[in-house]
Structure formats: structure tokens, C-alpha cells
């Protein structure tokens, strides 16, 4: 049974940073796509960055150059660090492992000051 477990999320000001951290298992996790969905109230659950098995990366525009996605194999982990939040990155964020399955996690808050 493949499961998913976030960390990380908190309460950050305008211009902070936060590191999130997802456990992944019950796979081989090193041959697999993951990525990073967040959901704001109200909005639907949105891509936010995606990487490969080969760590290729990709990104949602608005949080290009403030966001990067990286993994380890070795710890079943993949990361999500989060630079120059703003209030609008306010959401619920999610992981999800293998990339596009149904295998989600409770998520884990992130909550930008305004």
C-alpha cells in the first residue's frame, strides 16, 4: 500500500521560507514521477511542481524561481522549498506520489501573512 506523508507547513511572513518534506512508501520510489498540488479555500487543487525519476523539473508560473522541487531516493523524500512566499501561496499543500495516482496525504497548511 503506497502512502504519503507532508511535513513542514507553518506560518510565514511576506518574503519567508518554508521546506517541505514528503515521505513516500510503499513503492520503489526512485523510478517514479512525484509532485506538489496545493488547494486554497474555496479553489480547486492545483500542479504546483513536478519532478521526474531522472529529475527533471517543472513548475506552475506563478511560483517559478521562488519554488524548487528535489528529491531523495535514498530517503523516500521528495522536498518542496519555498522562497519569497507570498500571501497568495496560501493553501493546503499536497504530495503525491506516484505523480497523477490517487495516493494522497492529509497535507499539510501553509499560511502566508498579509
Known amino acids: 500500500q503506497v502512502q504519503v506523508v507532508e511535513s513542514g507547513g507553518g506560518l510565514v511572513q511576506p518574503g519567508g521560507s518554508l521546506r517541505l518534506s514528503c515521505a513516500v512508501s510503499?513503492?520503489?520510489?526512485?523510478?517514479?514521477?512525484a509532485g506538489w498540488y496545493r488547494q486554497a479555500p474555496g479553489k480547486q487543487r492545483e500542479l504546483v511542481a513536478s519532478?521526474?525519476?531522472?529529475?527533471?523539473?517543472n513548475y506552475l508560473q506563478f511560483v517559478e524561481g521562488r519554488f524548487t522541487i528535489s528529491r531523495d531516493n535514498d530517503k523516500n523524500t521528495v522536498f518542496l522549498q519555498m522562497n519569497s512566499l507570498k500571501p497568495e501561496d496560501t493553501a493546503v499543500y499536497y504530495c503525491?506520489?506516484?505523480?497523477?495516482?490517487?495516493?494522497w496525504g492529509q497535507g499539510t497548511q501553509v499560511t502566508g501573512a498579509s
Open positions: 503525491n506520489a506516484p505523480l497523477y495516482s490517487r495516493t
Open positions: 510503499g513503492i520503489n520510489f526512485r523510478l517514479y514521477r
Open positions: 519532478i521526474t525519476s531522472g529529475n527533471s523539473t
